[in-house]
């Protein structure tokens, strides 16, 4: 292409040839080149490179906080410019509308984008397209207690190949402030600013369990208890009374989760209306060390039992073959990997029973909760796999926790430790009473870990195979663990992690000398499992792990504990 000067000297040279016009040279024009600095690009329009944005993967956390606020585009209360006002609801004008309150997030990826993000409509404000409501709304006709009548319904509905649908799944969108703007002080730092649906997944299973691997911080975006509005019209005229029933049927199928991510409790709106979908439900209570957005704000996150379950299988059936390719087969088919798995999670916190708080002089975030954790596996109905998450389940249950620090007891119950809080402490009870719970000393916990394992063996097809995966930090195998145990009033080994010998030892600590923070995963957990009597069962498991992490400590750390009278209750002695 040429430049503007060359332009007007082909010009002058035109006019001249064919018109004998002979133009004089003036002063010569200067080419403006403009050139705009890579700092005024948007965010949405850079290569996702470091340097450039990066949103999803990155540690520099000011690209996220620039893409959202660009995209957010804050008025002067710092919510996004641009929101929706509630409208009238029911039959208006054509167009039928009704609103869902939900407790928890909304995921909805549009699939385009290097973050994953809701759709995104006029003026920026995101939605979920009609078509993912009325995918929903049709998988009624799968269900087996709706009605031959409602089924030809919902067929009329959605129309078929050879008939044109009834409806028109218009669209939900959420009211009012869809970023969720909330003001808060972070620890050590001045006020400021944070949207709520800056979202996080921390995937760790490689790391914790097989060894190696690097934990992830992956950031998205999801709807924090938003409020929707759902739009439907009709091609001909409905009555109210039938809107209404339509309504019905679509809050009906709302309750298995719109969006993406609902087997971790994403898009669920409601606790389950019948109890027999969920033909596992467990009564839990909670306190411990607070989960953590990106952005350090702490949250409640109901995922962490999907987390957690998904990491105990692949620990337990790592110990029952040693063939990798058929337990993350087996783990995938019930967790998911690129296909959603057949494993549905649902947690109903109690109303009023989730408060959050701080702990020590280094105000660590805590959290305090109760509620009821619902599981199904959907596909195929499979009560085998009902029979063995029951089992993994109570396993999660006896020997640990859930979610964050949960190798670890907790600190502020069981020590006077007053830095910050470690670990947690989960209590409850068996939602059916023909099948309680009954591990009360270290014979019946042996009873039970024998009988897992077996279970685990008969669940992979195995007759007594003693291969296991043993280059698997975790792998639950008699030669790979060791797991002792003793009724007590109160801790006898707590005080052992705090001793300076076994403190910087990274097996056991986590961290060596000088250390701010843990940097290896540790080969011990502990727990204080609540029994009959007000007493624990102290139970301390010591996987073998990397002789370099023991810093040749292993030997005397469980010499210690034996020598305060805690019995080897499971694995081998050598």
Not at 75 to 97: C, T
Not at 247 to 271: C, D, F, P, V, W
Not at 470 to 489: D, I, L, T, Y
Request: hydrophobic share 35%.
């Amino acid at each position: 292409m040429g430049t503007l000067q060359q332009g007007l000297q082909s010009l002058k040279q035109d006019l001249k040839n064919e018109l004998n016009i002979e133009v004089k040279d003036t002063q010569p024009v200067e080419e403006s080149i403009i050139m705009p600095s890579p700092e005024q690009v948007p965010m949405m329009y850079r290569a996702q490179v470091s340097g450039r944005c990066s949103l999803q993967y990155g540690k520099n956390q000011k690209d996220l906080d620039r893409w959202t606020e660009e995209w957010v585009y804050p008025n002067k209360k710092d919510e996004p410019s641009y929101q929706f006002k509630k409208p009238q609801l029911a039959l208006d004008d054509g167009v039928y509308r009704f609103e869902i309150e939900f407790p928890w997030r909304v995921f909805s990826n549009c699939g385009q984008d290097s973050i994953f993000r809701p759709v995104i409509g006029k003026d920026g404000i995101p939605f979920i397209p009609g078509s993912g409501i009325k995918g929903l709304f049709r998988r009624l006709l799968e269900w087996a207690d709706i009605s031959d009548d409602d089924k030809r319904t919902i067929q009329n509905y959605c129309g078929t190949a050879d008939k044109p649908a009834t409806l028109r799944f218009l669209r939900a969108y959420p009211l009012g402030d869809w970023a969720q703007t909330k003001r808060v002080t972070p620890r050590n730092k001045n006020e400021e600013i944070r949207y709520q649906m800056v979202d996080i997944c921390h995937p760790q299973q490689k790391k914790q369990v097989e060894g190696g691997g690097r934990p992830q911080a992956i950031a998205l975006i999801s709807f924090y208890k938003p409020t929707f509005v759902f739009e439907l019209s009709s091609i001909k005229p409905l009555g109210l009374t039938e809107w209404q029933h339509i309504e019905q049927l679509l809050r009906k199928a709302l309750n298995q989760g719109i969006g993406g991510k609902t087997s971790n409790g994403y898009g669920l709106y409601n606790a389950p209306q019948d109890k027999n979908l969920y033909p596992l439900a467990f009564h839990l209570f909670a306190k411990g060390v607070s989960p953590l957005l990106r952005n350090d704000e702490p949250e409640f996150r109901p995922n962490l039992f999907k987390a957690t379950l998904r990491g105990h299988v692949s620990r337990l059936l790592g110990g029952a073959t040693n063939n990798v390719d058929t337990v993350k087969i087996k783990v995938n088919q019930l967790f998911g990997d690129n296909s959603p798995g057949s494993l549905q999670l649902y947690w109903e916190t109690l109303p009023e029973f989730l408060t959050m708080g701080t702990y020590g002089r280094e105000n660590t975030p805590i959290y305090e909760n109760q509620g009821i954790l619902y599981l199904d596996v959907k596909k195929n109905n499979n009560n085998q796999d009902i029979a063995f998450l029951q089992k993994v389940m109570e396993f999660a249950f006896i020997m640990g926790g859930f979610g964050k620090s949960w190798r670890r007891v907790y600190h502020p119950d069981f020590m006077n430790y007053n830095t910050r809080a470690i670990g947690c402490h989960w209590w409850g009870s068996w939602q059916k009473p023909d099948q309680p719970l009954n591990i009360n000393n270290p014979q019946q916990l042996t009873q039970f870990l024998n009988g897992l394992f077996n279970t685990c063996q008969q669940y992979l097809n195995i007759n007594n195979n003693q291969q296991y995966i043993n280059n698997w930090r975790e792998s639950w195998h008699p030669q790979n663990v060791k797991v002792f145990s003793k009724v007590v009033a109160k801790s006898e080994l707590i005080t052992l992690f705090h001793e300076d010998k076994f403190k910087y030892t990274p097996a056991i600590g986590g961290k060596n000398r000088g250390d701010k923070r843990p940097k290896y995963v540790s080969c011990v957990w502990h727990r204080m499992l609540p029994i009959e009597n007000n007493q624990y069962l102290e139970i301390m498991t010591v996987f073998r792990g990397d002789n370099q992490l023991w810093n040749g400590q292993k030997a005397n750390f469980e010499k210690e504990i034996t020598e305060r009278n805690f019995g080897l209750t499971w694995g081998n002695k050598n």
